[in-house]
């Protein structure tokens, strides 16, 4: 079993909408990282995240710890936020991933 | 300030063979780790090192090391190449920021 899941694994949406990326984790953790990754490879983290809510632009990040489940929600969505999003949480020196969300915007 | 770099952008190696790849951090972050990204698949970690000790290994084979050098730049060595090593190799700096990755390293093993 993975210490970190995430749901669901492929995701298609129009333009403009609503769009929620949820993570689950089994491990204890110091905290929780949001990451995108585009065609090509490069990471880029969006949110570290260890209690309650972070918000940046159109991007909000939860994290509810009691029940070890975190969420990405992305509103207004645009072609450009095409990529894959990956949970990854943190213990101590050590990163755990999920295998990512991969998200298609379509115009 | 530039962001954490690694080269080479792009390899391809035989069966058998060793390969070294490197990565700087941001200026500042003393701490760097490794991953391995398989296709289709979430990054797993290999290495952390923190003022040149290694503080975490993850749970791959001797034919994996590394080791950071006193500029804080870091070094992955992988030995007698499989063509399941094949990944995107990743590298993150920590500073007080937070983490911060690279673009990566693309290995490909024939």
């Known amino acids: 079993k993975n210490e970190v899941e995430q749901s669901p694994q492929n995701l298609t949406a129009q333009e403009g909408e609503f769009i929620t990326i949820n993570c689950s984790y089994s491990v204890g953790i110091s905290a929780l990282h949001w990451l995108q990754q585009h065609p090509g490879g490069g990471i880029v983290s969006l949110f570290m995240?260890?209690?309650g809510k972070k918000k940046h632009g159109r991007l909000i990040a939860t994290i509810n710890i009691q029940e070890k489940h975190s969420s990405l929600h992305i509103t207004a969505s645009h072609p450009r936020d095409s990529a894959v999003y990956i949970c990854a949480v943190r213990t101590g020196n050590q990163f755990y991933f999920g295998t990512g969300t991969s998200l298609t915007v379509i115009p | 300030d530039a962001g954490v770099t690694q080269s080479p952008t792009h390899l391809i190696k035989t069966r058998g063979q060793q390969v070294t790849l490197r990565c700087s951090p941001i200026?500042?972050?003393?701490?760097v780790s490794w991953y391995q990204q398989v296709l289709g698949q979430g990054p797993q970690f290999i290495f952390q090192?923190?003022?040149?000790?290694?503080?975490g290994r993850g749970n791959f084979p001797d034919r994996f090391s590394a080791r950071q050098f006193p500029n804080y730049s870091s070094e992955l060595n992988v030995n007698a190449l499989l063509l399941g090593d094949s990944a995107l190799y990743l590298c993150?700096?920590?500073?007080?920021?937070?983490?911060?990755f690279g673009s990566g390293t693309r290995l490909t093993v024939v």
């Open positions: 090192y923190y003022e040149k000790e290694e503080r």
């Open positions: 995240l260890s209690s």
């Open positions: 200026s500042g972050h003393k701490s």
């Open positions: 993150a700096s920590r500073g007080v920021g937070g983490y911060t």
